[in-house]
Structure formats: C-alpha cells, structure tokens
C-alpha cells in the first residue's frame, strides 16, 4: 500500500515544512514494518481564476488527474467526519487488509473543494470545526498518519 498526499499550493521552508517532513519520515519508517511501500507529497499549482467557483474547479481537475487508479481517496474537508485517532487507524488497517494499492489523501485551496473531487471522496474528514491553514493541515494529517501507523504497530506512541 501507499499513501499519497496531493495539496493545492506550495508549503515554504521553515519550521512548518521542517515538521511536516519530520513526521512524514517518522510515518515511512514506521510503514515499513506494516507493509506502507512509500508516502508521497505532491503539490499542486493553485487556481488563478477570478471566481471562487472556477477556481475550485480547477483545482477539483487537477487534484483528480493527480489521483492513482484503483485506490481510496480521503479528503480533508470542514464538512467531513470528526474521527478518533484511533478510528481512523482502523479505517487505514481495513484498506490495507482489503489490498487497496493507494490511499490518497487530498486538502484543497483556500476556496475548499470542487464537487467533483467531494464526490469522487471514499471518505471525508475534518479535524475539528475550526478552520485551520493549509501548512496546519499539512502538518495535522502527517502527524495523525503517522500517529495510525503506530498504533498498528503497536508503539506506545499513541496513548489512550
């Protein structure tokens, strides 16, 4: 299995790209052990229609063609499902188990998502109510994948 991160826009240099890399490379190695075969990060270029409507279109477009066949897409989404850490390890395990090849995880622009990435969605999840930035995000979802790997793994990392 593999994950694969597709966001619109680019993360910068500095702490918030240093933590987010961190926690990626902690996941890797973790993966190994359960059968994870690479975690990739792709960026994507932001929309630069004058209407938010287009440039969720867009950007849905772009993060779709980027999408591996076959696999299950997740999207981060303010309107998506609150889940336990926990839940979400399972839900991740249960993909892997039923030899699904990719699971993708996609965060759109700062208009959110096109209807047709939402509707493309296998699951959609939120990590709260608030509304959080991109580079946030970013770091949040590396930190909870990592966080599901080792709770596979049975590491004490994850306490309950």
């Not at 993360?11 to 890399?21: N, Q, R, T």
């Not at 994507?44 to 779709?64: C, H, M, P, V, Y």
């Not at 892997?96 to 209807?115: R, W």
Request: glycine share 10%; charged share 30%; aromatic share 6%.
């Amino acid at each position: 299995m593999r994950f694969n991160i597709t966001c619109v826009g680019r993360m910068k240099s500095g702490s918030d790209k240093d933590l987010f890399d961190r926690y990626i490379d902690r996941a890797r190695k973790t993966g190994r052990g359960l059968g994870l075969a690479d975690i990739s990060v792709r960026e994507i270029t932001e929309s630069r229609a004058q209407r938010g409507a287009d440039r969720k279109a867009e950007e849905a477009a772009s993060l779709e063609a980027a999408l591996p066949a076959g696999g299950k897409l997740v999207v981060l989404d303010e309107h998506g499902k609150s889940l336990s850490s926990a839940d979400f390890s399972s839900k991740l395990e249960a993909w892997k188990d039923e030899g699904v090849p990719d699971v993708s995880f996609a965060i759109g622009g700062a208009d959110g998502h096109g209807d047709r990435i939402l509707a493309r969605a296998d699951l959609k999840i939120a990590f709260g109510a608030m509304t959080w930035p991109h580079q946030i995000v970013r770091i949040l979802l590396a930190e909870q994948i990592y966080r599901a790997l080792t709770i596979q793994a049975g590491h004490p990392y994850h306490r309950e």
